[in-house]
Structures are given as C-alpha cells and as structure tokens.
C-alpha cells in the first residue's frame, strides 16, 4: 500500500452543482479525517471516522457537507449546493487507534466553484 | 478549546545553515502531542517530527531537532544543515492524549526558503 489516496486530484465545478470527493486509507488504519486547508493556511479540521463511525464534527461542516465512510474501508465527502467560499484543497488522512500515531495525509482534492 | 500558533509567515535559511521556526500553542491539558509536519509545494504533507508532552526530552529525526518547553507552551523546530529539498511549508500541529479526542489542531504555518 502506497499510502492515502484521494480522488480527483482536482475539481471544477459551477456554482450550485454537487460534488463528491473519495478517500482511500491506509489499509489497515482506522482512523480517517476529513481537514479543508485555504491558500496560506493551515488545514482546518471538518470530521473524523473511527471505523464506520462519524465521531466528530467541526461547526465548519454546514448541512451541505456530509461525509460517509460505509464498511470502515473509504471515505466520501459531499458537498451538495457548492458556493464559491467551498473553493479549497479537502485533504483527507489516516492513522491507527494507538499512542504516537501520527496521520498520514493523501495529496488533496482541489476544488474550484467558478 | 485548543489553539496552535505560528508567528513567522516565511522564513529564509543558507542552504548549509540553521533555522528555527517558531510554535506556540494554548491547552489546559496535561497530556498531549505535538508534530512538525512538511508540505512541500503541490506535494502531500508528511510528518517531520513529534514529540510527547509526558517526555521531557526533546525529540530529535537526524537534522531535525525541536526545543519543547512545556510550561512555556512552545514547541520550536530546528532545521541543522539545511537543504534545498527542505524548502517548504511546515505547520505545527496539536492533538489531545484524552480519549475521545482524535483531531489534529494546526497552526497556520511557516513557509521556509532555501537560499543557494
């Protein structure tokens, strides 16, 4: 396993179209974050898996966003009604349940609304 | 709730010098992690070094050392020897040792230049 995998690389999209966003872990992680960075910050936490379950999200993720990881395997993230403001890298990570485990982060998904 | 600051928005480095980049960060908790993670232009992020805050020993990863000072609540980064390939955004990072609490707190990073 080469590490966390994000899918697309990049995304255009228009204003008030849908998009979704996929995450590949680290196989045997069970640890997943969802972190939206903008240009000249630093990654701003949106939500978290442990397995299959959300157990934490930021006040960031409006009720556009939503973010299933079914089967504890990959993570989508939706985001419905996109507005120019949503334009951001989504980064997502991995790591295990442990002390000193640091997250493994994937490449980003690039996201323009236009 | 849990702060991580980074005062130096760039920072330059002679290739072959030493630099230091700044982190301070605001916790009532006694037990917590701290990182230096890198991210290189258009490249995915990766851990620099981490560092305990039940150890009082400073962690050190080959040219990379960091100077903890808990009661100060500063956690600074020393790059030894710099590299061109060191050039890069470097955030500081927090994350809680109590159970429950998972998340990652980053700072808004330092973007060091490499001067050849």
């Known amino acids: 396993d080469t590490g966390v995998s994000q899918d697309p690389r990049h995304k255009i999209t228009k204003r008030g179209q849908n998009v979704t966003f996929r995450c590949d872990p680290i196989?045997?992680?069970?640890?997943l974050y969802w972190y939206r960075q903008t240009l000249g910050q630093g990654p701003e936490f949106l939500t978290y898996?442990?397995?299959?379950?959300?157990?934490?999200k930021s006040r960031l993720l409006s009720d556009r966003f939503s973010a299933e990881r079914p089967k504890g395997s990959f993570s989508t993230l939706e985001i419905q009604r996109t507005e120019q403001g949503d334009s951001a890298m989504y980064l997502c990570?991995?790591?295990?349940?442990?002390?000193?485990?640091?997250?493994?982060f994937g490449q980003g998904t690039r996201l323009t609304v236009v | 709730a849990q702060t991580v600051t980074q005062s130096q928005p760039e920072m330059s480095v002679q290739e072959a010098e030493t630099v230091t980049l700044s982190c301070t960060y605001d916790?009532?908790?006694?037990?917590?992690?701290l990182f230096w993670y890198k991210q290189p232009p258009s490249r995915q992020m990766i851990l620099v070094i981490r560092?305990?805050?039940?150890?009082?020993q400073n962690a050190t990863e080959n040219r990379f050392s960091v100077n903890f000072q808990k009661a100060a609540k500063s956690f600074s980064l020393k790059i030894s020897d710099s590299q061109l390939g060191d050039a890069a955004m470097y955030f500081c990072?927090?994350?809680?040792?109590?159970?429950?609490?998972?998340?990652?707190?980053f700072g808004t990073g330092t973007r060091l230049k490499v001067l050849a």
């Open positions: 990072a927090y994350r809680s040792a109590a159970p429950g609490t998972y998340k990652y707190i």
């Open positions: 990570a991995s790591g295990r349940t442990g002390q000193n485990t640091e997250a493994f």
């Open positions: 560092q305990e805050a039940y150890k009082q």
């Open positions: 916790t009532s908790e006694s037990d917590y992690y």
């Open positions: 196989s045997e992680h069970n640890r």
């Open positions: 898996f442990q397995n299959e379950a959300q157990l934490e």
